[in-house]
């Protein structure tokens, strides 16, 4: 498991290297620049309808009474449907990837600002929309729970009495580590730091909003749904299990998603209203969210508010870290992990170091906020396990007077040391932490950088440099323990060869933009020879691609790429055996030569894959056993996640007469171990790293006392421009799984997991003049202002 | 009410309401769904085209009020088969990545190159300022508006020195693929 600097294939034109990993252009790119792309509002049906939702204006109500009639009569429109009506039919409440049930329309009372009351079908958009304003509704209004520290006090309002037996607003209690060992290592330790740090509520945010298109044929009984869904399959299933429509007659077609970011996983009340409406009118219809609806009602992220604590020697040995996490989860549970895994894989927060002991405590409530909490690139809760350790980590240092590179450097797993196992449990598959973090450095210029740091001190200026090294765990999972709502997480792939030797593969997993056609065609060009743009990869569609879970948690690679590689080894397994018999040698006198097959010691006798395809699909007799045709299909259930990591460094400017902090140089350097296309990977960390510096500095799902949401819409969700990020300067290193058949781990969300802490990081050390030791995100400039008076303030 | 405006070099005349938005007369009414949709506040630029040759966001502005007027879109963006060199700098230097704020960002680049053939990094993002990108971290899209610039430089003066053209490839990126300095 050594760490070397790669050699990066460079081409420009994708048919200078025809197999193979590196960096080939993008297979999807020619339609997207033509503005041929089909996403999902570019759908138009025939006699298409179009669905507008009414939304509560107050966070807590009782419904008193809805009129609908005068909406019934406005023009254009063809159906208006209320909670009661779907109750009628069952279908006024819907479960949730959390074994929670989530309304559907409301029926009772409204529990969020936002939430779905009413539905209206209408010709067209304008019209719809029109109808919405002459719904009348009778909220009787009832105290919100807004600050999830007072949900469980006595006298709190219960969000959830649609509950049976429900007197509070508990949603679940989870723990993990070993409690009494780790509080034996704080007893006897030298030196204890802890920290209170909120992970504040943010939003993904997809520049596609979410929509769908739902077809239901009466006459043959089968539903066709065009959705904005990262798990085509997944939600196929459910559907089946809400609706009643069997499986076979529904099929789920994602198209081309204009971003997920994990907020396209859940099943969401829009997506079953137009099915609703479709079964209703008998029309096909259209239901397009806006983008205010998409941020106030969608699965939001984050919202942690976390108590770390770091226990160590003297001399900076790191020795048990403990925390204690209120998680703040919506009024009802709607968080996308697997089901036996309610914290998401947070037991990860003691990151990148070998310690003796660990433990953590969480308390989940309800409040009257729209449901989420797994999304937005974070890997079932790894950003905040990797903000909580970086950031605690970065106290400690503090507290010793150490550089925070070489305290972590001091505690790092050693390459030795894998597979580790955590004090929490999580197996790490590999790692060799520091020649990552030394390239960093190197990249940086670190000691360089603390010297203009100590001169610019000197003349009043404020310069931060910040460090955040993490593992992730990404590749959900073995299905022994992994599952959403009992659905096993492995993913399906098929490849099939095509007699002149072009191929398709198909997937179970969805890309939004992560590049999965051309990685793909690339995993399988590199396995059997064919070049890449012979191969056609086919995803998105539950009627033509095999069964799955779908992408998020940077699962693709893990999980649908070892399915892809293992495909096609059993492809040209039986390529082998069909060469045999062309070339009249036995298998075992065969080598494989990337695209061919020849005879050992005999290079002259060979035959192409494209020959064998013929072969296998032409005339003339094939070895004594062999079916006609080439393809193969397997489903994949990994053996463990993997674990890329990374080493970044942040250096900001603040200026000390506004407070405007200016992110300058951004440096990240990544393992996902083998590199299937180092540009399409630079381009996942580049998003990722502009994730961190929006959430770092600007944004936030904030709420007012009466539940009114802060944040719903693009005036007052900011999210960075091209003028508020500077060109990453990206680096990596090459640690593969010994696990995964090609090596290769997943990288997507590495950016966004590790960039915040090093933001944050950065921007407390441009503040150490002031004795600041701690301020959470948003670091607005009001916030920073605060903080460099001595008033940082939680921001929820 | 009737409108007529011309829409990629044709006149078009369509019977609309006069509240329908441009963006909406583009996609639902001409079926030019290339223009995208991706906030209501006019902040995010996603529906980014050209009114007269000026980019505007098409959210903002009435159909009715594109009458007598030019516009284009992405889908008039290439001459033909041959892609805008802006196209082929996103392609070539990844741009984009779900594509959805792809157009939007092309038609403000070209419009851009149009009046600055040359320009710098802080004036090609100042002019994305009005745009929003949540894949590409922006980093990209100025290497792809750059390339466009230099390979449009190059290819005018091959035509001028007629001399042998130098490789645009070679600035590609910056000489960037993603690697260690090491």
Redesign the interface.
Known sequence: MTTV?ER?D?F?DNDQKPVGYG?M??K??????????R?V??V?LPGMLHLAILRSPVAHARILSIDTSAAEASPGVKAVVTGAMLAEQGLAWMPTLSNDVQAVLATDKVRFQGQEVAFVVAE???AARDALELIDVEYDVLDPVVDARRALEPDAPVIRDDLEGKTDNHCFDWETGDEAATAAVFARADVVVSQDLVYPRVHP?????CGAVADFDPVDGKLRLWSTTQAPHAHRTLYALVAGIPEHKIQVISP????G?GNKVPIYPGYVCAIVASIVTGKPVKWME???ENLISTGFARDYIMRGEIAATRDGRILAIRTNVLADHGAFNGTAAPVKYPAGFFGVFTGSYDIEAAYCKMTAVFTNKAPGGVAYACSFRITEAVYLVERIVDCLADELGMDPAELRLKNFIRPEQFPYTTKTGWVYDSGDYEPTMR?AM??AGYADLRREQQEKRARGELMGIGIAFFTEAVGAGPRKNMDILGLGMADGCELRVHPTGKAVVRLSVQS????HETTFAQIIAEEIGIPPDDIDVVHGDTDNTPFGLGTYGSRSTPVSGAAAALVARKVRDKARIIASGMLEVSVADLEWDKGSFRVKGDPGKSVTIQDIAMRAHGAGDLPEGVEGGLEAQICYNPSNLTYPHGAYICVVDIDPGTAQVKVRRFIA?DDCGTRIN?????????????DGVGMALMEMIAFDEDGNCLGA???DYL?P???E?P??E????VTPSPHHPIGAKGVGESATVGSPPAIVNAIVDALEPFGVRHADMPLTPSRVWDAMRGNARPPI | MQVTMTVNDVEVTREIEGRLLLVHFLRDVLGLTGTHSGCDTSNCGTCVVWLDGEPVKSCTVLAAMAGGHEVRTVEGLAKGAELDPVQQGFMQCHGLQCGFCTPGMMMTARALLNRNPDPSEEEIREAISGQICRCTGYATIVRSVRWAAVHEANAAAAVTETTESPEAGEIDNAGQPAGSVA
Request: charged fraction near 25%; hydrophobic fraction near 35%.
């Open positions: 600097h990066v460079t420009h960096r252009l993008r999807e790119d020619p339609r997207f620049v033509r503005g041929r792309g996403f509002d570019d138009r067209d958009g304008y945010a997809p520049m596609e909003t081309d998603i204009g971003g970011f806006d983008r205010s390239l190197e990249m939004q933009g992560q590049g350097v180092p540009m399409i990977i630079e381009g996942q960390v580049h998003g990722g790293l502009a819409s693009l005036m999210i421009t091209a003028l990020v060109d990453w990206t680096g990596f290193t």
